[in-house]
């Protein structure tokens, strides 16, 4: 029961914050500059204060992560500097700068403090009279406070200093042609964002949109992301109508999510021009790691993780990590509660030096009961009728159940000649079993029906990915160059029933749970679908110059889909179902992708950048010819810096995003090859996109780490088949202004165990506006702010506190709502609520 509703705009002046984002960018910024002051007249006291340390022998760089975590210090090293290498460990209570001498010692390498009071690795010149003086040495190549492989988990950062989700080119930020985020380990520990859900709803220029209670949508620059990523591989969200419900993921398992906006085709192939959200998973880790968790909160919500990580042969060539998470939920609308469990295991084992493999596997379950497909319905002028937050239709027997169970194959190899070949493949089998209640408006009778749904669908999606990377040698210069090819399928069967009257003439403000027996809806099959999509895909980064880069990339697609849908009247009727049968396929689309990087200095670099992403669509014109794919181009301008060594980034840019060949029924269906029976279309439908997005992530000063996001994006059709569209909102209900913040500050001196923290979201007003059998209606949300506050005590080495306050001011808002008046979907957002959290690690 998609929502199919395009409201125009009204015409009213929309409300923008844009004050409060360049306000608490400045405020930020120049609060920063006083903080790095006196972080440089304290930076001798840095790393002086006594901690107690047990770090086993071993590879070094997991050592020295081990260490700055320990320590609460921001050190970054490149991989070149620690491959090989290996440490006696430390052991005992010393100054973070004496651990630091004891780990490195016979490595050949030295800790050096810089101004803010990090520190970096370089080559210890006492060990040789030859070395060059460490004065005279450049700055390293660094990764903010991650490891080369953009790993976050035990930095303490907002930030990363390499990710590849833009094109496979393992790059900083700076490098990156495209605005790019990465929600890091640390983020989603301190805002507590326990689902990818969390995680959208946190990210700067990305909105989390609910249609009805337990579905959800994600939204970038005004459109739709219809693919989200697992360790670089796509998996589709829309093959069916329904397939966001299949995809469940707890965030237990992720090291991180790196997020690119924009159109990203190269990346993902099929889909829209939206962005590409990649979920990383953790890795094991070479010295053994064990943590424990539990947290409890408002509405009796409960859960409990345990993470388990280290070598698991005497020479560390085999590695393993399990991580198990459990949760008992109730919530603040009334008959709802819901539990889950995620089981997560992985394996990496050394073949040889050079050869790495890769096995994960994944259980993931959620039983939700008292849950309805649909959200609180509205007055008929689509105001709003004032229900309780607690309100809820559903009856006792509602339930809405998924599991999810995925595995994951890696292998990597490294040559000698710095050339590297990765082979992945996804295979993932999703499950959903809903039975539940949807609400119908009659506009004549003025009256609400509650009916009855049940659906009961089955996914299965796989992805295989193989590409090489490395180094060439043209006219003097080095570059880059990646060779790739990949093999996406995704099988659907759907079956599904609905329209079963339970109510009538529901009472909205006296419901009775328990006065409607289970119906028992029998299913029917509804829809089986096969999509598969094969690609070819080259990307160059070519140096024309020491500061100049040029990023360009191609990718060949070759799509086919193929449906078979049954249809019925309604619920009762025994006319024999109508069986259509649907297969389109799109061969040889080229998509594009460039992107011109210019370093100003060793801190900021211009970039402009073109991507573009293409989506089939199965409309024929009147020569019953299949339309052209919907086309998306993304153009983009922007600036970006990085600070104190990658430890915190910047960002500003300028984009405007095209969708053309959209297809709207053509006007004069008389043209149209097999008319009357048969609808035509025309691919001259076109949406602009435009706007500005601001970003900043990283640590300001040691002990501080921000996340600000700034977005304007605005959507307007350009060409549709309706002449008022033209000029209007895309898509009125997805906000146009987004401000997020998110901080975390430790406490310096005695107080260092200390740390607060918290969230600002602020979005403008939203509204879907149209007529219902000749009523006009309007159903609005006004521009709000919501914020959360963080408090966290750093007990022991060992144990830590962390005490989350959300929604701290009650602000009451809906975080969706009903297209219509007839199939209403408002959605409450959460009502204040705390979450205490506490983790010991082994």
Request: hydrophobic content about 35%.
């Amino acid at each position: 029961m998609p929502n199919l509703h395009r409201a125009q705009d009204s015409g009213r002046p929309h409300s923008s914050p844009v004050a409060l984002a360049a306000l608490a960018l400045i405020i930020t910024l120049a609060a920063g500059a006083p903080a790095l002051a006196h972080a440089q007249g304290a930076a001798a006291a840095a790393g002086t204060a006594a901690t107690d340390f047990r770090i086993a022998a071993g590879p070094l760089a997991p050592a020295l992560r081990q260490l700055a975590s320990t320590a609460g210090i921001m050190l970054t090293f490149t991989a070149e500097q620690t491959q090989g290498k290996r440490t006696a460990g430390v052991n005992g209570r010393h100054p973070a700068t004496d651990a630091l001498a004891l780990l490195l010692a016979g490595s050949g390498l030295q800790a050096v403090q810089l101004d803010n009071g990090a520190f970096v690795l370089r080559v210890d010149n006492t060990l040789s009279p030859e070395a060059p003086d460490a004065a005279m040495l450049p700055l390293i190549t660094v990764t903010g406070t991650a490891a080369a492989d953009g790993t976050t988990e035990g930095t303490r950062s907002y930030t990363s200093g390499s990710m590849s989700t833009a094109n496979r080119l393992n790059l900083s930020m700076r490098e990156t042609p495209q605005a790019v985020t990465v929600i890091t380990r640390q983020r989603i520990q301190d805002q507590g964002l326990a689902t990818v859900n969390d995680v959208v709803q946190a990210a700067p220029g990305l909105t989390f949109r609910r249609f009805g209670p337990e579905r959800a949508s994600f939204y970038s620059r005004g459109m739709y992301v219809d693919n989200i990523m697992y360790d670089g591989l796509p998996v589709s969200l829309d093959s069916s109508n329904l397939s966001q419900d299949l995809l469940a993921t707890d965030m237990a398992i992720y090291d991180r999510v790196e997020i690119v906006r924009g159109a990203t085709g190269l990346m993902q192939g099929a889909g829209n021009p939206s962005a590409a959200i990649n979920l990383v998973r953790k890795r094991p880790t070479d010295v053994p790691q064990v943590s424990v968790g539990v947290s409890a909160g408002s509405w009796d919500r409960y859960r409990a993780e345990l993470d388990a990580s280290g070598p698991l042969s005497e020479d560390g060539s085999l590695r393993g990590r399990a991580v198990i998470a459990a949760q008992d939920h109730g919530s603040y609308k009334r008959g709802e509660s819901s539990n889950g469990q995620t089981f997560y295991g992985i394996l990496e084992k050394d073949l040889s030096a050079s050869t790495m493999l890769t096995l994960s596997a994944l259980h993931h379950e959620n039983r939700l009961h008292g849950n309805g497909f649909t959200g609180l319905p509205v007055a008929s002028d689509g105001s709003d009728l004032g229900l309780p937050r607690s309100t809820s239709y559903a009856n006792d027997w509602e339930h809405w159940n998924k599991t999810t169970d995925s595995a994951f194959l890696g292998l990597d190899h490294r040559f000698d000649n710095g050339w590297r070949m990765h082979l992945s493949a996804y295979y993932a089998q999703a499950d959903v079993d809903m039975l539940g209640h949807y609400l119908n408006y009659n506009i004549t009778t003025g009256n609400y029906r509650q009916l009855g749904a049940r659906n009961a669908h089955k996914e299965k999606q796989s992805s295989v990915n193989l590409y090489a990377n490395g180094p060439f040698e043209l006219l003097g210069r080095t570059h880059e160059l990646v060779l790739g090819a990949s093999y996406r399928k995704v099988d659907f069967d759907g079956n599904s029933r609905q329209g079963v009257v339970l109510d009538d003439d529901l009472d909205l403000f006296n419901f009775d749970p328990g006065a409607v027996a289970n119906p028992n809806i029998p299913l029917r099959d509804w829809m089986d679908a096969r999509i598969t999509q094969q690609s070819v895909y080259a990307t160059t980064r070519l140096t024309l110059a020491d500061p100049l880069k040029l990023i360009l990339g191609a990718r060949m697609d070759w799509f086919d889909y193929n449906d078979t849908v049954n249809t019925y009247p309604n619920f009762t009727s025994n006319t024999p179902s109508v069986t259509a049968h649907n297969r389109y396929s799109v061969n040889e689309q080229l998509t594009k992708y460039a992107g011109l990087v210019y370093d100003l200095n060793d801190q900021h670099s211009l970039y402009a950048s073109y991507t573009d992403i293409f989506k089939p669509q199965n409309y024929r014109d009147a020569n019953n010819k299949l339309l052209e794919p919907v086309v998306g181009r993304n153009y983009e301008i922007g600036i970006k810096g990085e600070y104190f060594d990658g430890a915190l980034n910047a960002s500003a840019a300028v984009f405007r995003m095209d969708q053309k060949n959209r297809a709207y029924r053509s006007s004069d269906q008389s043209q149209c090859a097999g008319y009357p029976s048969v609808t035509c279309y025309s691919a001259a439908g076109e949406v602009r996109s435009q706007g500005v997005e601001l970003e900043v992530q990283g640590a300001i000063t040691p002990n501080w780490q921000v996340s600000i996001g700034y977005t304007v994006a605005i959507a307007r059709y350009r060409k549709d088949a309706n002449p008022s569209n033209v000029g209007e909102l895309f898509d009125t209900d997805t906000p146009r202004h987004l401000f997020k913040l998110s901080t975390m500050y430790r406490l310096p001196g005695a107080l260092h165990g200390w740390r607060i923290g918290g969230s600002i979201y602020r979005q403008d007003s939203i509204y879907n506006e149209g007529t219902t059998s000749g009523v006009p209606f309007r159903i609005a949300q006004s521009a709000y702010t919501v914020v959360d506050l963080v408090v966290g005590w750093q007990a022991t080495s060992k144990l830590d506190m962390q005490l989350n306050i959300n929604n701290i001011f009650d602000k009451k808002y809906y975080n969706a709502l009903s297209g219509s008046v007839s199939f209403p979907s408002n959605v409450y957002g959460e009502p204040r609520n705390v979450m205490l959290t506490a983790r010991y690690q082994f």
